[in-house]
């Protein structure tokens, strides 16, 4: 995971950590209203549209398991801080960056 | 577009608001990293290649992406998928193999800091001015196809929607740079598919699944748009040899190489990458979701065809000024219920935003560094520069305001800003491509054969029947999208005949100033990673471009 080329700024978090919990997050708060929406909000009207699927639910559905698996994945794999731990920061420049997972 | 009115309802708007909190949120925090313009610019080369992957194909899955490519599938059926297959995946398998050892080998900050080693000032005046002003035009395009969504869906008129969507995109730019967009550009993909794939199930099973998706199309006549090959009324060449060879060399070589090798919107974001390994392997990894991509895209545009009264009135010739650009929109209208109808109106808005930010980002980058720092202020320190950055932004954001108001007045300006930078893409991709293996060829065929290319473009785009609309002369038998295949298959040519003829007779740079730029003068550790035999195989760059290639291959015999 380590990379020669940002050696020289070896503090550098890498971040992507965040996206993955965030787009799981944004996700599955689609997932969540839809799947109401498709419990409460369904209409014959709607059901036409679609073509006699309760589309709502289904999509909720689907987008509940993806973001869980999304978490599940971040969780299982998370993306490693280049600077090992118990290295006391010589590079730390006081600069307040926050390193993300914190 | 004004009978075009969607229902949307409080939880839509709930939905969409949930969005724009995450963007501007994803925007604040970012902003906490970013201490120095590599940061701000280039993510401090620090991205993994999966996001950076996302990022890239993200970058180009703008308005004129969704909506231009479900209007051609409304207009031209299956052959739409050429844009995909041939015009981009092939592209970027080479931008991944050959390429980018280079770009981020020789840590070049962008596309036309390169041509400048590579060639000095003159062709990198070429590139960074007509790339900048090129930015901005598009951002334009972008922001206004965003506005007129906004307006048309939500009633809000022009002038606001353009100004709430400009605030929106600038906040989370000039707070997190590169850093910032890429994060959303990560996002908004997965919006997108959110929104989109839900669309074309439902669209699908209203007019029977694939099955009876065929029958309609079958018995409308119109059998043919099932087909990717030959594609004559996509390329306007009537023979169908004629048109495969158009469109295999024309748009898959020397298009679609053009931009995506060249395209420092693109390029940026693999050079954000954590390394060289990572870098090859962006626009690789960005290629599997673009070979499926089409079929959210474009199979909605060919179901409004057999679905949407409006469309099917305009394909039976009923309505001639019939916007196909409103396919999708039409699509959503008669199929989503409220609910997805809010995630299909993020996903737009999301893709929208995505290539404005895209085109702001590079716009800014090629500023600061090309530009300003070349040849207005030199040697400041670094915190200069990026407030210089945060300032471009502000000012090409308010630019692109600018050029949208402008795109609103023409109807057919997208087409010809398409063409037009196909002409500027096409000599650029020679001059590369001649540059970096190549190492006898001068500075000034750089820039001689850049201008020479792009005028022997015009030159083709003139005398074609319609390529400037009715400033062209008709001299050459050849229209619409052919036109500019063809255009840009001279500009390529002429561009390599005049650099090697300039380069006999003009002094080359010292061959030490060319290590890492041109391919015989990098030595083999510099263009590749020190890690790379240690990848498995799903990491490596050359492996994953052979599968992708091999997928390419088969979906286009699946589909001929």
């Given at each position: 995971m380590s990379s020669s080329n940002s050696s020289a700024r070896s503090e550098h978090a890498a971040g992507a950590f965040d996206v993955r919990n965030v787009i799981a997050?944004?996700?599955?708060?689609?997932?969540?209203?839809?799947?109401?929406?498709?419990?409460?909000?369904?209409?014959?009207?709607?059901?036409?549209?679609?073509?006699?699927?309760?589309?709502?639910?289904?999509?909720?559905?689907?987008?509940?398991?993806?973001?869980?698996?999304?978490?599940?994945?971040?969780?299982?794999?998370?993306?490693?801080?280049?600077?090992?731990?118990?290295?006391?920061?010589?590079?730390?420049d006081g600069s307040g960056r926050v390193a993300p997972g914190h | 577009m004004d009978d075009l009115r969607l229902d949307a309802t409080f939880v839509d708007y709930l939905l969409v608001a949930a969005y724009f909190a995450v963007v501007l949120l994803i925007g604040a925090a970012a902003r906490r990293r970013v201490s120095d313009s590599l940061d701000f610019f280039l993510s401090g080369r620090s991205l993994p290649a999966w996001v950076t992957g996302l990022a890239f194909i993200s970058a180009n899955l703008g308005a004129v992406e969704i909506v231009g490519m479900s209007a051609n599938g409304a207009q031209y059926g299956m052959s739409t998928m050429h844009y995909f297959w041939i015009g981009a995946v092939p592209a970027m398998l080479f931008l991944g193999v050959v390429m980018m050892p280079f770009y981020y080998g020789s840590k070049v900050r962008s596309v036309p800091e390169f041509m400048r080693r590579r060639f000095g000032t003159g062709a990198h005046l070429v590139n960074a001015l007509s790339f900048a002003v090129a930015q901005i035009l598009i951002a334009g395009i972008n922001l206004f196809l965003l506005a007129t969504i906004v307006e048309a869906l939500l009633g809000w008129p022009l002038w606001l929607s353009l100004i709430v969507a400009a605030a929106v995109v600038l906040s989370y730019i000039t707070l997190g740079g590169l850093s910032a967009a890429i994060y959303n550009e990560v996002l908004q993909f997965f919006v997108i598919v959110a929104a989109l794939?839900?669309?074309?199930?439902?669209?699908?099973?209203?007019?029977?699944?694939?099955?009876?998706?065929?029958?309609?199309?079958?018995?409308?006549?119109?059998?043919?748009?099932?087909?990717?090959?030959?594609?004559?009324?996509?390329?306007?060449?009537?023979?169908?040899?004629?048109?495969?060879?158009?469109?295999?060399?024309?748009?898959?070589?020397?298009?679609?190489?053009?931009?995506?090798?060249?395209?420092?919107?693109?390029?940026?974001?693999?050079?954000?990458?954590?390394?060289?390994?990572?870098?090859?392997?962006?626009?690789?990894?960005?290629?599997?979701?673009?070979?499926?991509?089409?079929?959210?895209?474009?199979?909605?545009?060919?179901?409004?065809?057999?679905?949407?009264?409006?469309?099917?009135?305009?394909?039976?010739?009923?309505?001639?000024?019939?916007?196909?650009?409103?396919?999708?929109?039409?699509?959503?209208?008669?199929?989503?219920?409220?609910?997805?109808?809010?995630?299909?109106?993020?996903?737009?808005?999301?893709?929208?935003?995505?290539?404005?930010?895209?085109?702001?980002?590079?716009?800014?980058?090629?500023?600061?560094?090309?530009?300003?720092?070349?040849?207005?202020?030199?040697?400041?320190?670094?915190?200069?520069?990026?407030?210089?950055?945060?300032?471009?932004?502000?000012?090409?954001?308010?630019?692109?305001?600018?050029?949208?108001?402008?795109?609103?007045?023409?109807?057919?300006?997208?087409?010809?800003?398409?063409?037009?930078?196909?002409?500027?893409?096409?000599?650029?991709?020679?001059?590369?491509?001649?540059?970096?293996?190549?190492?006898?060829?001068?500075?000034?065929?750089?820039?001689?054969?850049?201008?020479?290319?792009?005028?022997?473009?015009?030159?083709?785009?003139?005398?074609?029947?319609?390529?400037?609309?009715?400033?062209s002369l008709g001299v050459l038998p050849i229209g619409g999208q052919g036109a500019s295949f063809v255009a840009a298959s001279a500009a390529f040519v002429v561009d390599i005949v005049v650099s090697v003829v300039v380069s006999q007779v003009t002094a080359p740079k010292p061959v030490a100033q060319l290590a890492g730029l041109v391919y015989s003068e990098t030595p083999k550790e510099q263009r590749t990673d020190p890690d790379a035999h240690r990848l498995p195989w799903y990491q490596s760059p050359t492996k994953l471009a052979g599968i992708a290639l091999v997928m390419v291959i088969i979906l286009n015999v699946i589909f001929r």
């Open positions: 997050a944004l996700i599955g708060f689609y997932g969540v209203v839809l799947v109401l929406m498709g419990l409460f909000g369904n209409s014959p009207e709607e059901q036409e549209r679609t073509g006699d699927v309760n589309a709502n639910l289904w999509a909720g559905l689907a987008m509940l398991v993806f973001a869980a698996a999304f978490a599940l994945w971040s969780r299982l794999r998370p993306i490693v801080v280049e600077a090992p731990p118990d290295r006391q920061d010589p590079e730390d | 794939l839900p669309l074309t199930l439902i669209g699908l099973n209203r007019v029977g699944g694939v099955g009876g998706l065929v029958d309609r199309v079958t018995d409308a006549g119109r059998a043919e748009e099932l087909t990717s090959w030959p594609a004559t009324d996509l390329s306007g060449i009537g023979s169908p040899v004629l048109s495969v060879i158009g469109i295999v060399f024309g748009l898959g070589f020397v298009l679609s190489f053009g931009y995506w090798t060249t395209n420092f919107v693109e390029v940026q974001r693999a050079m954000a990458t954590k390394s060289m390994s990572a870098a090859r392997s962006t626009p690789i990894i960005g290629a599997f979701p673009k070979m499926f991509v089409p079929f959210i895209v474009v199979i909605p545009g060919i179901i409004a065809t057999v679905l949407v009264p409006e469309v099917i009135e305009a394909r039976e010739g009923a309505a001639s000024d019939f916007d196909y650009n409103n396919a999708i929109l039409l699509l959503i209208r008669d199929t989503l219920p409220n609910g997805l109808l809010g995630v299909a109106l993020a996903g737009l808005l999301a893709a929208f935003m995505a290539g404005m930010a895209a085109n702001i980002s590079a716009f800014n980058t090629v500023f600061s560094y090309d530009l300003w720092q070349q040849y207005v202020k030199k040697d400041r320190s670094d915190g200069y520069y990026l407030a210089v950055g945060r300032w471009a932004t502000v000012g090409a954001t308010v630019a692109a305001i600018g050029t949208a108001i402008i795109a609103s007045g023409y109807t057919n300006l997208m087409d010809y800003l398409q063409t037009l930078f196909g002409f500027f893409n096409a000599p650029l991709f020679a001059t590369f491509i001649l540059g970096m293996f190549w190492r006898r060829m001068t500075p000034t065929a750089g820039w001689m054969g850049l201008v020479s290319g792009t005028l022997a473009a015009v030159a083709v785009a003139f005398l074609s029947e319609d390529a400037f609309g009715t400033a």
